[in-house]
């Protein structure tokens, strides 16, 4: 910390309790200054041959027969006015960072200028803060924030403008240029490694990091923090990312952790103050330079503390920009009265129209430039593939909520495009978690919630799940386990068509198998409420067998013991009923079994004989 001393003879004030200050002297003092309750007994002559101010009340004391002066809005207290005097008799008197300011609008009050003697307190104060005190990164820091007791006047003495553009010209300056200390208690990067002579070893040189002045400025109380960060970002040059660091530290710094303290209500006005002006600071970039973490927590403060609409949408804008780095824990928003749901699932949902919105504007105005069609559109923005993801868990962690109704979830599911969605794994469970949560759905809203699932987009592990999942309708279901049939079916019949292709690559046999898959299972949709089975060729043992004994080892699997009794229970309802079909329909529907290769022949001969089909 830089320091002045000013005068030359010893300090001889004393003090007689604590209203009580004197100076030793062989001469009787003649006059006496009331600062705030203390009365400093002094002599008139010094004071007089420093203070313009000091001879008119002496003046008009004297006139009035009177040796008390009393000064009641006197800037800095009796202990600026102590520095003052001291200065008038010549004693010895040190200036830092702490007092300097508190002197320099105690010696302007007192008129302590070059006019009434060269070489006066005004003037030797203004070259220590020139000199000294702007020149030092934590010394402009320190004076900046004693400015705040003594507005107006180090206002009007421009201390505190100088300060602030002081700190902002420090901030911009090239890293590798920083010499003076800082705080930094954050986690640093990894050092970086160096190749050298073929042996890889740790820099040891330690650099400056580029937010090494974040932390020293989060000492600093609302108002003078929003004026410094405003220089900072008046510069334009300062990223970003940093400024966005810069008011996530202070956020954490300020902003209590329990929810009660957060709307206490000694403390409410404070923290809403807070929230708003780091809204208002955020970089005008929207938000992109900011983690969406840290503004979806930034969101749930602001509902806490109750900030105004404009502050909150901003948040909810600049969220939908990075929605794909949104974690499902962060979405969680708590509720506030008058819903009846645990989370806030409407502005959810808000910040998911708006993230399509964005996306959309910015599709529109790729397709303008390029002329790139969907398919590249999304390839060009995978970020959506992640908001799919997401949103997908949240939907499974809101489902749990008992007072969710079933048009929020089916609204915030369908507000994801199917290209964003290309397989509903994560969807089935939430879905799966609604039916388990809502035991009283109707069959009619049971089959509305889950015609947002297409169980052609299910994963192997998924449609053997759903395929057992008593809580799943039985059309649901019904469908999985033909398709997965279809699915097995195609990949047996590339295998059979390409026996010496068998060793190309992943690729290419699954693009055989989607194409063919695709082609049956539009098929079977069609099918699938007039299908008919013979009775004999329902699979015994839970085993889909081949006449062929050389295709055993095909790979088809067992069906699960769910699927045989749904099977079982659902053909059984056509027997005896299939007689009077025409021959052209009983031919174009058959059942899973009867689509494995090998068995057609022997499935169309003896469905002369017998026929059961499902109304």
């Not at 420093?50 to 006197?74: C, G, H, P, T």
């Not at 993801?389 to 199917?418: C, H, M, Q, T, W």
């Not at 699915?487 to 068998?502: C, K, T, Y």
Request: charged share 25%; glycine share 4%.
């Amino acid at each position: 910390m830089k320091f002045m001393k000013l005068g030359s003879k010893p300090d001889t004030f004393q003090a007689d309790g604590k209203c009580i200050r004197y100076v030793i002297s062989d001469l009787a003092t003649d006059v006496t200054i009331i600062i705030s309750e203390v009365k400093f007994h002094l002599h008139k002559f010094p004071l007089m041959s420093k203070s313009n101010r000091l001879q008119k009340l002496v003046l008009k004391a004297s006139e009035e027969n009177s040796d008390e002066i009393d000064m009641v809005d006197f800037p800095g207290r009796p202990k600026a006015f102590e520095i003052c005097a001291k200065f008038c008799y010549g004693m010895t008197v040190t200036l830092n960072a702490y007092n300097v300011v508190a002197a320099r609008c105690a010696a302007e009050y007192l008129e302590m200028t070059e006019d009434v003697d060269r070489g006066n307190l005004i003037f030797k104060i203004e070259v220590f803060i020139n000199s000294s005190i702007l020149r030092s990164w934590k010394d402009s820091i320190i004076v900046l924030q004693t400015t705040k007791s003594l507005l107006p006047w180090s206002e009007n003495l421009k201390i505190v403008g100088r300060c602030i553009d002081s700190i902002a010209s420090k901030t911009s300056v090239d890293p590798a240029n920083v010499t003076w200390s800082y705080t930094y208690n954050r986690k640093l990067s990894a050092p970086e490694i160096i190749v050298k002579g073929g042996m890889k070893y740790q820099e040891k040189i330690e650099s400056v990091p580029k937010d090494w002045w974040v932390e020293d400025i989060c000492e600093l109380e609302i108002f003078l923090y929003k004026r410094v960060m405003t220089a900072v970002k008046s510069k334009g040059r300062m990223d970003g990312a940093i400024i966005g660091e810069a008011l996530k530290t202070y956020a954490v710094r300020w902003l209590p952790d329990s929810v009660d303290a957060l709307i206490s209500d000694v403390h409410s006005w404070r923290n809403k103050l807070l929230v708003e002006t780091i809204v208002c600071l955020l970089p005008s970039d929207k938000g992109v330079s900011c983690s969406c973490s840290f503004l979806l927590k930034l969101l749930k403060v602001a509902i806490l503390v109750g900030v105004d609409d404009s502050a909150r949408e901003d948040l909810m804008n600049r969220i939908s920009l990075k929605l794909d780095e949104a974690s499902v824990k962060d979405l969680l928003i708590p509720a506030r009265s008058p819903q009846t749901t645990i989370y806030d699932v409407g502005m959810v949902h808000s910040i998911v129209n708006q993230c399509m919105i964005n996306e959309k504007c910015s599709q529109d105005l790729d397709l303008g430039k390029n002329d790139v069609g969907c398919t590249d559109f999304v390839l060009g923005h995978g970020s959506l593939l992640s908001v799919g993801k997401v949103i997908d868990g949240y939907l499974e962690e809101i489902a749990r909520d008992p007072n969710l109704s079933l048009a929020s979830f089916i609204d915030l599911a369908r507000s994801i495009p199917e290209f964003a969605r290309p397989v509903h794994d994560g969807l089935y469970k939430a879905i799966d978690m609604y039916l388990k949560e809502h035991l009283s759905l109707t069959k009619a809203e049971r089959k509305e919630l889950c015609s947002l699932m297409d169980v052609k987009k299910l994963t192997m592990d998924a449609s053997m799940h759903a395929a057992q999942n008593d809580r799943l309708p039985l059309r649901v279901v019904v469908q999985v386990l033909f398709f997965e049939q279809v699915r097995a079916s195609a990949g047996v019949q590339s295998l059979n068509n390409n026996p010496r292709d068998a060793s190309r690559s992943a690729t290419n046999t699954e693009e055989e198998w989607e194409k063919t898959a695709a082609e049956d299972c539009n098929s079977i949709k069609k099918q699938m409420n007039q299908t008919k089975i013979k009775e004999g060729e329902f699979p015994k043992h839970g085993k889909f067998l081949k006449k062929d004994s050389r295709n055993s080892k095909s790979g088809m699997q067992l069906l699960p013991s769910r699927s045989r009794r749904i099977f079982d229970k659902l053909w059984v309802v056509g027997k005896g009923h299939g007689e009077n079909k025409s021959s052209e329909t009983s031919g174009s529907s058959q059942s899973p079994t009867s689509m494995v290769p090998g068995d057609t022949k022997s499935a169309a001969s003896s469905a002369k004989h017998r026929r059961h089909s499902i109304s």
